[in-house]
T-cell receptor
């Protein structure tokens, strides 16, 4: 069974610091990886997608992928209180044949 | 207007009742999905559809059925609701034409079964 594992947290980070969120996945056939942000009671919102090994930067967010280690991470620089949310990591099965497998999410708290 | 809409947004029902949750999208995507979310359990896939004639069971399809009435509409039914189906339900869509499977979520339906 395909699995995506995340530390549930809460992860507490001071405002202005770097928040580091981690995720591992079990299916070596996965090709695409996603980070979603979800505020309590709201729908998941796409933050970043990554498909190739290495880093991908978008504003304050950097996604990192290491397929050999089956590891995905998300760095949030200059963390703001509005970044406080649950972050969901997701992996596909290669071409989206079975949809996405989501981790249970990491609850991030940015302390003012 | 939102690209993915869900109705109703909130619903309280009683055990044994039949209930339908509806999802509509204006994104023009072929793929549509139904998930449920429970505290501590994350998002779990119930059913998904890659086009009108294609319906697939997900991880937790027991007790649920779906109907893909059109490319833009995907409905989830609970034939006889039970209390452990109390959850937050999300519809999502993605684009068959793209290699990656980025999914876009509706606002969710909060269902309570008494």
């Amino acid at each position: 069974q395909k699995e995506v594992e995340q530390n549930s947290g809460p992860l507490s980070v001071p405002e202005g610091a770097i928040a580091s969120l981690n995720c591992t996945y079990s299916d070596r056939g996965s090709q695409s990886f996603f980070w979603y942000r979800q505020y309590s009671g709201k729908s998941p919102e796409l933050i970043m997608s990554i498909y190739s090994n290495g880093d991908k930067e978008d504003g304050r967010f950097t996604a990192q992928l290491n397929k050999a280690s089956q590891y995905v991470s998300l760095l949030i620089r200059d963390s703001q209180p509005s970044d406080s949310a649950t972050y969901l990591c997701a992996a596909d099965s290669g071409g989206g044949a079975d949809g996405l497998t989501f981790g249970k999410g990491t609850h991030l708290i940015i302390q003012p | 207007d939102a690209d993915v809409t869900q109705t109703p947004r909130n619903r309280i029902t009683k055990t044994g009742k039949r209930i339908m949750l509806e999802c509509s999208q204006t994104k023009g995507h072929d793929r549509m999905y139904w998930y449920r979310q429970d505290p501590g359990l994350g998002l779990r896939l119930i059913y998904y559809s890659f086009d009108v004639k294609d319906i697939n069971k997900g991880e937790i399809s027991d007790g649920y059925s779906v109907s893909r009435q059109a490319q833009a509409k995907f409905s989830l039914s609970l034939e006889s609701a039970i209390p452990n189906q109390t959850a937050l339900y999300f519809c999502a869509t993605s684009d068959l034409q793209r290699m990656e499977d980025t999914q876009y979520f509706g606002p969710g339906t909060r269902l309570t079964v008494l």
